[in-house]
C-alpha cells in the first residue's frame, strides 16, 4: 500500500541550529511531495513541493528539501531554526493523474529551545 | 489575497444536535475537500468535490454529510455530533485534480458537550 512515513515523532533543537526532518515514501512509481507545517490550531500552510526537475527545492521561510530516489526520501531541511519554527510538519505525497488522494505521514513535532 | 476560509474558528455544539461548518474560497479552484484532524494525528479526508461532483471516502461515516452549492461554497453538515467528533475540520482547494497543489483553510475546532 502507499504510504508516507515520517520517523521522529518529535524533535528538539536549539534556535540557530540545523535541522532536519525525514520523510520516506513508499510508491509503485515517483509520487508528487509535499511539505506542509501546521501551527497550534491552525490550518496547514504549504512549505514546499516537488513535481519533477531539479531535486533540491526550495521554499518558503528558508525551508529546502532534497529528493532522493535512491533512498525514497524527501527530507526537509533548515540551517538555522528560528523560535517560530516551532510547529507540526507534515510530509505528504500523492501520484500523478489525480485518482490518488493526499497522502500524509503522521508528523513531526518540532520543539525549538531558546 | 486569494485565499481559502473557514467559518467559525471555533464552533461548540451539544451531543446530537446538527452542527454545519463552512468553508469558502477566492482561488477559484475546481476541487474542494474536507479533512477531519484528531489531536496530533496526520489530517483524514472526508470527502472532496469536483466541480458539483461529490466523492464520499469509503470509512467517511454518514453522520458526515457535504453540500457544495456553488464554485466557492462548501459545507460540512454533522446531523448527530457525538463526542468521537470533536476535531479540527480542515477545508482545502486545488485547481485541477488531487495531485495538484492542495491549499488549506485556518480550520474550525468543533467542541462537542
Known amino acids: 500500500a502507499q504510504s508516507v512515513t515520517q520517523p521522529d515523532i518529535h524533535i528538539t533543537v536549539s534556535e540557530g541550529a540545523s535541522l532536519e526532518l525525514r520523510c520516506n515514501y513508499s510508491?509503485?512509481?515517483?509520487?508528487?511531495l509535499f511539505w506542509y507545517v501546521q501551527s497550534p490550531g491552525q490550518g496547514l500552510q504549504l512549505l514546499l513541493k516537488?513535481?519533477?526537475?531539479?531535486?533540491l527545492v526550495q521554499g518558503i521561510k528558508g525551508f529546502e528539501a532534497e529528493f532522493k530516489r535512491s533512498q525514497s526520501s524527501f527530507n526537509l531541511r533548515k540551517p538555522s531554526v528560528h523560535w517560530s519554527d516551532a510547529a507540526e510538519y507534515f510530509c505528504?505525497?500523492?501520484?500523478?493523474?489525480?485518482?490518488?488522494?493526499?497522502?500524509f505521514g503522521k508528523g513531526t513535532k518540532l520543539t525549538v529551545n531558546p | 489575497d486569494a485565499m481559502v476560509i473557514q467559518n467559525p474558528r471555533y464552533q461548540v455544539t451539544q451531543f446530537g444536535k446538527p452542527v454545519t461548518l463552512s468553508c469558502s474560497q477566492t482561488?477559484?479552484?475546481?476541487?474542494m475537500y474536507w479533512y477531519q484532524q484528531k489531536s496530533s494525528q496526520a489530517p483524514k479526508l472526508l470527502f472532496h468535490?469536483?466541480?458539483?461532483?461529490?466523492?464520499n471516502e469509503a470509512d467517511t461515516p454518514d453522520n458526515f454529510q457535504s453540500r457544495r452549492p456553488n464554485t466557492s461554497f462548501c459545507f460540512l453538515d454533522i446531523r448527530s455530533p457525538g463526542l468521537g467528533d470533536a476535531a479540527m475540520y480542515l477545508c482545502?482547494?486545488?485547481?485541477?485534480?488531487?495531485?495538484?497543489?492542495?491549499?488549506f483553510g485556518p480550520g474550525t475546532r468543533l467542541t462537542v458537550l
Open positions: 468535490y469536483y466541480d458539483k461532483d461529490f466523492n
Open positions: 510508491y509503485g512509481a515517483t509520487p508528487y
Open positions: 482561488l477559484n479552484h475546481n476541487v
Open positions: 482545502a482547494t486545488s485547481r485541477r485534480d488531487r495531485s495538484d497543489t492542495q491549499y
Open positions: 516537488y513535481f519533477s526537475g531539479d531535486t
Open positions: 505528504a505525497a500523492t501520484l500523478e493523474g489525480g485518482s490518488e488522494k493526499l497522502v
